[in-house]
């Protein structure tokens, strides 16, 4: 049985209206650690209210798979160029929402990326009383710079917003707690991912980026330098990895 043209069309409408195109346009890669660092991690006993029953604490300084994948290295494009809003690259996904959370008396996520002037969520987590002394990171090795902000949470579930208005490397510090440390990567564009346990990282573009070549950047904050690369971005998606080498870090 063969339908009129017209109810094709109506059909093809139909299918339009039910699955919108969207486009999912990323950029993508991984972070590997080559070579040994400088510092590694160590445990600590340290027994205090509100943190959970184990007193056993740990710095948080190096996420290291076993084939080298690099957490908690923030990787952003610089200066990205945007098309036009067109119904095609609208708005596809949610801009997912930044939070810092406070459990066991440590900062989840450890390593956090916002935009600059855009408000993101501190949380706390414990019955027990933090203060989140933000501070700005002048470079290793050297005494902290100037107090951003200091406040504190006294009750589990407390939540309050900042900010940071200029772009720049802060960290986040429980005087409470003399442990509990975050770092805070701001960047003047919403570009930007932090790479996970498999060093893998997700740059998830809301609207579409312009095809070309950027400038990309990656720090992890025991590594003084950032590197810097290239990626080529085609119809919104691109593809670069980045090796940070040991010992050069601190
Ligand atoms: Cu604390």
């Known amino acids: 049985m063969a339908f009129p043209p017209r109810v094709f069309g109506s059909i093809f409408l139909l299918l339009v209206f039910l699955f919108p195109v969207f486009v999912r346009a990323d950029v993508t890669g991984t972070v590997v650690l080559k070579g040994t660092p400088n510092s590694h991690d160590e445990s600590f006993y340290a027994r205090a209210n509100g943190c959970g029953e184990s007193p056993i604490r740990h710095t948080e300084n190096w996420k ?7 957490a908690d290295v923030v990787v952003w494009i610089v200066d990205p160029k945007f098309e036009a809003p067109t119904a095609v690259n609208r708005p596809a996904l949610p801009v997912s929402e930044v939070a810092i959370k406070q459990i066991g008396c440590r900062y989840v996520p450890h390593v956090i990326a916002v935009q600059a002037g855009i408000p993101f969520k501190i ?22 710079g100037d107090d951003v902000f200091n406040f504190g949470q006294s009750y589990q579930g407390q939540t309050d917003e900042r900010q940071f208005d200029t772009p720049g490397i802060y960290s986040l510090q429980c005087d409470v707690h003399s442990w509990m440390q975050a770092w805070v ?12 346990e498999k060093g893998a990282f997700t740059i998830q573009q809301p609207v579409g980026i312009a095809d070309g070549d950027y400038k990309i950047e990656a720090w992890h904050p025991k590594f003084a330098a950032t590197l810097e690369q290239t990626v080529h971005v085609k119809n919104g998606v691109g593809v670069t990895n980045f090796v940070f080498e040991g010992p050069k870090s601190f």
């Open 185 to 196: 990567r701001v960047v003047d564009n919403y570009c930007f991912a932090v790479s996970d």
């Open 123 to 144: 949380i706390n987590g414990d019955a027990t009383l933090h203060n989140i002394r933000a501070k700005t990171f002048v470079g290793p090795n050297l005494p902290p």
């Open 64 to 70: 290291v798979g076993q084939k080298g994948e690099l």
